[in-house]
C-alpha cells in the first residue's frame, strides 16, 4: 500500500508542473487583494492603458495597438484598431493572493464582429512575468520555501 501511495503523490506532481506549464501566466502577491488589484491597476495605468473594470476579483486593462504589424495582420479594412487586453484574476491564497493573467488581441470589423486572438506564447508570458515582478509579484505564495529554491507551486492543501 505504501508502495502505491508513492506512485499517486509522483503522477500528481507530474501532472500539476504539465498544467501549470501550459496555462495562464501564475504568480503570487504578498497580501489581501485589494493590495494587488490596486498595484496592477496602477501599473496599467502607468503603461497608459485604460482600467476597464476593477475590483478585488480582477483587473481587465485595455491598450490600443497601434503598430503597423498588428494593424495589418489583425484589423483588415474598416474594421477598428487592434485592442491588447489583459485581463488579471485574483484568487485568495491563504494570506497572498494568486494572480492568473490571460492575454488577447481583439479587433472589431465594419460589421460589428469581434475577433479575438490569444497571446498566451512564451513571449507574451515572459514579458507579463517581468512587468508582475517589476510591480512586486513572486514566482510562489509566501508559504513555500526561498523563491530560489523552489522548482514547482506549492499544491493547494
Known sequence: MRQLNVAIL???????????????????????????????????????????????????????????????????RGGTAPMLNVRFSLLKDGPDTRIQVSQWMEVQSASGQARRSELDDAKHDTAMREVLHAIGAHDFPSTAADDSTVQEPKPPS
Open 10 to 76: 509522483i503522477v500528481g506532481v507530474t501532472i500539476t508542473a504539465a498544467a501549470a506549464a501550459s496555462g495562464p501566466v501564475n504568480m503570487w502577491f504578498y497580501g489581501p487583494p485589494s493590495e494587488a488589484s490596486d498595484k496592477i491597476a496602477l501599473s496599467c495605468a502607468d503603461r497608459e492603458a485604460t482600467v476597464v473594470e476593477q475590483d478585488d476579483r480582477h483587473v481587465l486593462c485595455q491598450r490600443e495597438n497601434s503598430g503597423i504589424a498588428a494593424r495589418y495582420l489583425f484589423s483588415g
